[in-house]
Each structure stands twice: as C-alpha cells, then as structure tokens.
C-alpha cells in the first residue's frame, strides 16, 4: 500500500471514529425520528488524494410525521468539492460482486420477475443515470422502451425532487439491475419520507405484480409497528429491508416477521475478485426487537439470547461497510457533487438480496413452481441443515458494546443474523425446494 494510500484509508477510519462520536449529540424534532442520512464516499481515483473524500448528508425532512423515516446512517460531516462532477468509478464493480457471491456460475439472470425498488421522492434522471451505469459496466439495457425498466408513484402525482433520496435509487436500482439484469425494476416513489406513503408505495407493488420487494429505510420501532405488518403479506411476495446503519438497535420494517431483514459487512476480495472473508460491519443494525414476538422459524432454529422470546433482527446480511462500498452513478448534484459515488450500508444489501430471489423465482416458474412465499423460514430452514454450503458464516467483528448481542458468532448472531449468501448453491436449492 502507498503511503498516500495508507493516509487516506487512515483518514476515512478516523472519520468513521468521529461519526461515531458525534452521532449521540444529534436530534430532531420527533423523538421517534433519527436524521436522514446516508453514507457516501466520494472517491475519485483519476484525481489527486485531497480530491477523495467521505461525505455524509442529511436528508431533508420536507414534510416532519408523528413516525418519520430514516435513512440510515446519522450525518457527521459534509465534505464535497463544489460543483465537481466525480468521472471515474470507485468502488465495488457488478463484475466483482456477482464473482465474490457466487452469481456468476448462474446462467439464469432473473427473466419474468418484477423486482420493486421502495423509495421517497423523485429521481428525476433514475433512468438516464442507469444507462450510464448499465454502459460503464458492460450490463444489458435496462430501458422503459425495452421493458426492463418502468416508474410508477405510490400516490396520484409525481411526488417532488429531492436529491438525497435520488442517490439512495440510483443506488437500488442499480444494484438490482447488476445482480438480475434480466428482471424487470419496478422503481415506486412514495410521495413523501412518512410511513403511510412509504407502506402505499409498497402496497402498490404488489398490486402491480412484484415478486420481491425491496425497502431501504428504516423508523425505530413504535408501539402499533405489528398493526402493519400485513402490509408485507402476500402469497408469492418476498419482502426485504435494510436493518440501518446506526449500529446495534432494532428498525423498523425489518423486525416485522414477515421481512427479510438484511444487515451488513464488510468483504474482502483478492486481486481475481475472488471472496477471502467478511467481518460484521460497526454501522449494521440488530438486536432483539421490543415490539415483535419471535417466530416461529427463529424459535425452531434456536437463536441466542432471547428468554423472553422476541424478534431478532437482522435476518441475512450482505456487503455494507462504505469503506469496501459500491460504485454508483448518480447526475443529480448533491451539496454541489454529481457523478460516481462509492456507497456503503445496508441499504445496498436490500436490493441484491431481492435480486436474488428474483432468480431463485426466475428458476422455480421455469419449472412450473410457485413463487416463494415464507421466505424466512425456508432461509432459516436450509441454514440450520447445511449453513455453510448455502451460506458465509460470519464470525468477526461488532456493532457495538452490548457483549453477545453486539457481536459476530457462527449460527446465528444480531449483526449479521445468518451470513452472507454463498449464492451459486443458494439459489439454486431455493429454486428445488
């Protein structure tokens, strides 16, 4: 490593340490609410050192409700260079992503699924910034014209621009055209960041033949949060939803039992791409959920901890540290940067996991099944029969300094819950079964 290198990559970990620290000073109105954040880092590689910096936004709150969203992670800083526009990709490519999980020994990529995106607001460009993204990486078309792509509103109109949220769909939407490039994405804009229009947006979805559904924002949990759970309830619908970025704690839509619940790690690759280890990533949300009773597929597998039987959360996990992020594309200027961004948290996760499925439910019509319904209890099945064959164990690493429930462990664990998809056997079982 050079030393540039090795100055940057300290800077970024002392950054990350200062986040942590400030974190705890910030508050909004709501005490329900966490700020609406996600990390973000902006590195160029064609550029001089001092033009590769972490930014962390917040989003704005354009309409405050008694049970705001969150997204992610709280904001610590904001360093971008005015008015640059970021031409290089940095980051995690689709290449090494799908060779690292193992998509790449899968021929099927998806055909005849609707994977929907759940988001707030309007990304005016989200079509046009996937094209570049398709382009860059070599991945087919993904066009309203063709049919791979298509936007519809949660409400009756478009909703408006905010460029926070565009990020976090370029992000989705993106990423689940990389890991299923022949499944359609369903991209529905809720019309604002509150709960009610988010939950319509995902009731949209469904209405309009999604198979996976894919949310990557979070609230705290609340006393009435099991009244919408039948919300994520529908035979032949997967639902997923990033567990949050703030380290231990429990969020909301991903303690509902009916919600795969994805947290995060960070990978590591050799120089082929080829996957050497993951370690629980600091910001991945888990814990046992204060609201949701336990299930019955967590009670059979026996997770840890839990005398007084609630939900754990997360469920599955997948790459999240921003410090090993994903390349994103994304032209709608935000604090004055547009362009490449390499992006981390468990939001990415969310939507690769969907993708995921897409093709385990791209291979079982193929072969006149249904499509997966229960979802959880059949990953939580195949993980207790034969873990490590469908599945990375997790076992270093903390999100925080709650002893058992804050750390990494084989079998189960409320960082990463039961690993990281070893994807060429997991589809593939998911799509016999």
């Known amino acids: 490593m050079s030393q540039q290198s090795a100055a940057f990559h300290a800077a970024v970990r002392t950054t990350i340490h200062a986040a942590n620290r400030t974190t705890a000073h910030i508050s909004i109105r709501s005490s329900a609410a966490r700020a609406l954040a996600i990390i973000v880092f902006m590195l160029c590689a064609s550029g001089p050192l001092m033009a590769q910096r972490s930014l962390a936004f917040r989003l704005p709150l354009e309409s405050e409700s008694p ?52 988001d707030a607001y309007d990304d005016p460009n989200a ?18 014209a063709n049919g791979c792509f298509h936007k519809i509103f949660g409400g009756s109109k478009r909703p ?7 990020l976090e769909i370029s992000l989705d939407i993106e990423w689940a055209h990389a890991i299923a490039p ?23 979805a469904v209405r309009n033949g999604a198979s996976v559904v894919s949310m990557s924002w979070t609230v705290s949990e609340f006393s009435s949060e099991s009244r919408q759970d039948n919300h994520f309830v529908s035979t032949g619908v997967t639902f997923l939803a990033a567990s949050g970025d703030n380290g231990t704690g429990v969020a909301y839509p991903a303690s509902s039992p009916d919600v795969v619940g994805v947290g ?32 019955l597929f967590q009670s059979l597998f026996g997770i840890p901890n839990d005398v ?30 547009s362009g490449w961004f390499c992006v981390g948290g468990t939001s990415a996760g969310s939507p690769q996991w969907a993708a995921l499925l897409a093709i385990s439910n791209s291979m079982r019509v193929a072969n006149r099944k249904a499509r997966l319904s229960g979802t959880n209890t059949l990953l939580y099945s195949l993980s207790k029969q034969s873990s490590a064959a469908n599945f990375h164990p997790i076992t270093a690493g903390t999100n925080g300094a709650c002893g058992a429930l804050c750390t990494a462990s ?24």
């Not at 046009?128 to 991945?139: I, M, P, R, T």
């Not at 039961?418 to 056997?425: F, K, Q, Y």
């Open 127 to 144: 079509e046009s910034d996937l094209a570049v993204f398709d382009q860059q990486f070599g991945l087919p078309p993904c066009t309203t």
């Open 67 to 118: 049970e705001p969203i969150t997204f992610m992670r709280a904001p610590y800083s904001i360093h971008p260079l005015p008015g640059v526009t970021l031409t290089t990709p940095y980051g995690y490519s689709p290449a090494q992503i799908r060779h690292a999980y193992g998509f790449d020994q899968i021929t099927n990529q998806g055909p005849g699924q609707i994977i929907a995106i759940i």
């Open 264 to 295: 995060g790690t960070s990978l590591s690759i050799d120089a082929n791409g080829n996957y050497l280890s993951e370690a629980a990533w600091s910001g991945s949300g888990g814990g046992l959920s204060t609201r949701e009773v336990e299930p």
């Open 308 to 337: 007084r039987g609630y939900r754990g959360t997360p469920d599955v996990s997948y790459n999240a540290s921003p410090a090993t992020g994903f390349a994103v594309y994304d032209s709608v200027a935000l604090s004055g940067a």
């Open 182 to 204: 022949k499944a359609t994405i369903l991209l529905v804009e809720a019309t604002t960041n509150s709960l009610g229009d988010l939950l319509n947006a995902v009731d949209t």
């Open 160 to 166: 408006k621009a905010n460029a926070g949220w565009a």
């Open 410 to 433: 084989a079998g189960y664990d409320y960082v990463t819950g039961i690993g990281t998809p070893v994807a060429a056997s997991l589809i593939n079982i998911l799509a016999a079964q």
